[in-house]
């Protein structure tokens, strides 16, 4: 069964501090694997998005690793800012090309930055 | 603003009334999808189109629910005789659909209450 699991599912940190969240996949075959950002209320934006060959990508304060032999992706946020709490989602494509393309979903850790 | 729109933006019903959600893609995007996000959850896939054609349909999708996009362009999903559990954020999404790396767009969502 094609699943996406994510931890911790909530994390409140002080402004200023680092963070990792955490994201297993059993998606196959496996595409790319995304992050992205929801804010309450709002539709998710994009973080960013690997494919298989890629094991890091940066997007300004953000970091995300990908392990495809193990099937893991990690979200660091460095510096935290207040504006950084949002739902971080872990989101993976399944199958190849253009084809399909269907999005899997973790249910998202919930990033409180406290002053 | 050249994102994706979704109208309207809240909805409150009576349980067993029928509401319509209209969502308008990012305008050279084929591909559009639609999405339900309950709380706490990550967003679950319900249907997409390419152009004008509906491709694929989650089991969720029951016999109350239909979704058109009668040009390609802009798409509406009905609910017919809502329940309670049909309270949801409904969030529609488009993209195009050559290359594999196909980025989703995600509206501002719709966010339906059923009393």
């Known amino acids: 069964k094609n699943q996406v699991e994510q931890s911790p599912q909530s994390l409140i940190i002080l402004e200023g501090k680092n963070c990792t969240l955490q994201c297993n996949y059993t998606v196959s075959p496996f595409s790319n694997l995304r992050w992205y950002k929801q804010d309450t209320g709002r539709g998710p934006v994009s973080l960013t998005i690997?494919?298989?060959?890629?094991n890091t990508k940066s997007n300004g304060r953000y970091t995300a690793t990908l392990d495809a032999d193990t099937k893991q992706s990690s979200l660091h946020i460095t510096a935290s800012q207040l504006s950084d709490s949002a739902s971080y989602i872990c989101v993976v494509s399944a199958g190849r090309g253009s084809t399909l393309g269907r999005l899997y979903f973790g249910r998202g850790t919930q990033l409180t930055v406290w002053p | 603003d050249t994102g994706v729109s979704q109208n309207p933006r809240h909805k409150i019903t009576k349980r067993g009334q029928n509401v319509t959600f209209r969502c308008d893609p990012i305008?050279?995007?084929?591909?559009l999808y639609w999405y339900r996000q309950t709380l706490g959850q990550g967003p679950e896939f319900l249907t997409y189109?390419?152009?004008?054609?509906?491709?694929?349909k989650s089991r969720l999708l029951s016999d109350r629910f239909s979704a058109e996009r009668p040009k390609g362009s802009f798409s509406t999903l009905e609910i017919q005789r809502t329940e309670q559990g049909d309270s949801a954020m409904y969030l529609c999404?488009?993209?195009?659909?050559?290359?594999?790396?196909?980025?989703?767009?995600f509206g501002p969502g719709t966010r339906l209450t059923v009393t």
């Open positions: 189109f390419q152009n004008e054609a509906q491709l694929e």
């Open positions: 690997m494919t298989f060959s890629e």
């Open positions: 999404a488009s993209s195009r659909s050559q290359g594999p790396l196909y980025e989703q767009y």
């Open positions: 305008s050279e995007h084929n591909r």
